[in-house]
T-cell receptor, first 114, second 115 residues
Framework: DTAVSQTPKYLVTQMGNDKSIKCEQN?????MYWYKQDSKKFLKIMFS???????INETVPNRFSPKSPDKAHLNLHINSLELGDSAVYFC?????????????FGPGTRLTVT | AQSVTQLDSHVSVSEGTPVLLRCNYS??????LFWYVQHPNKGLQLLLK??????LVKGINGFEAEFKKSETSFHLTKPSAHMSDAAEYFC?????????????FGKGTTLSVSS
């Protein structure tokens, strides 16, 4: 059973398009996250949701909008895609939110903007 | 502010020899530290974590790490490398503020294992 799943695995699109990445976790966790991994493999948090409520929103362009329909899902919608958005996006979850708690990561979505 | 510095961007070892991946941390309070591994085109998997219970932490696949407060280090070791250990390794510190918890990642160390 996949604990944290993401769809699609690969996403190739053109500049200016709008796209969404979906994330689902079956671990019963209350907190979910989105991270971005750039071309140099550097990972940085973008958003954190706790029980459907946004609790972390790092300096991310407002073209990126997370949506959490329920605590098992956290989707990432990106408007007006730009070349610099090309990256691997990872979803993660944890239970509960706290600094001693590990986060479980999905397999990643590789976004390529042409 | 919390941060980690991975001292080597690339480490190469031969199969069967020891592995040492170095990580220093900076933290304004007692840190929570992790090592994650990322195999090519895969997601991130937790190797081990330090939560102040014991300074020597054992993880999966024979890896372990030792927390040394005096040196602000959390180096990852394995006695004998296997070809399947070739991957990207991330040292991570957990940062907690009023907004919630975020993992702060190091820049990663690429481990190559030759036969």
């Amino acid at each position: 059973d996949t604990a944290v799943s993401q769809t699609p695995k690969y996403l190739v699109t053109q500049m200016g398009n709008d796209k969404s990445i979906k994330c689902e976790q079956n671990l019963g966790h209350d907190t979910m996250y989105w991270y971005k991994q750039d071309s140099k493999k550097f990972l940085k948090i973008m958003f954190s949701y706790n029980n459907k409520e946004l609790i972390i929103n790092e300096t991310v362009p407002n073209r990126f909008s997370p949506k959490s329909p329920d605590k098992a899902h956290l989707n990432l919608h990106i408007n007006s895609l730009e070349l610099g958005d090309s990256a691997v996006y990872f979803c993660a979850s944890s239970q509960p939110s706290g600094r001693f708690v590990e986060q479980y990561f999905g397999p990643g979505t590789r976004l390529t903007v042409t | 502010a919390q941060s980690v510095t991975q001292l080597d961007s690339h480490v190469s070892v031969s199969e069967g020899t020891p592995v040492l991946l170095r990580c220093n941390y900076s933290s304004s309070y007692s840190p929570s530290l992790f090592w994650y591994v990322q195999h090519p085109n895969k997601g991130l998997q937790l190797l081990l974590k330090y939560t102040s219970a014991a300074t020597l932490v054992k993880g999966i696949n024979g890896f372990e790490a030792e927390f040394k407060k005096s040196e602000t280090s959390f180096h990852l070791t394995k006695p004998s490398a296997h070809m399947s250990d070739a991957a990207e390794y991330f040292c991570v510190v957990s940062a907690l503020n009023q907004a919630g918890t975020a993992l702060i990642f190091g820049k990663g160390t690429t481990l190559s294992v030759s036969s």
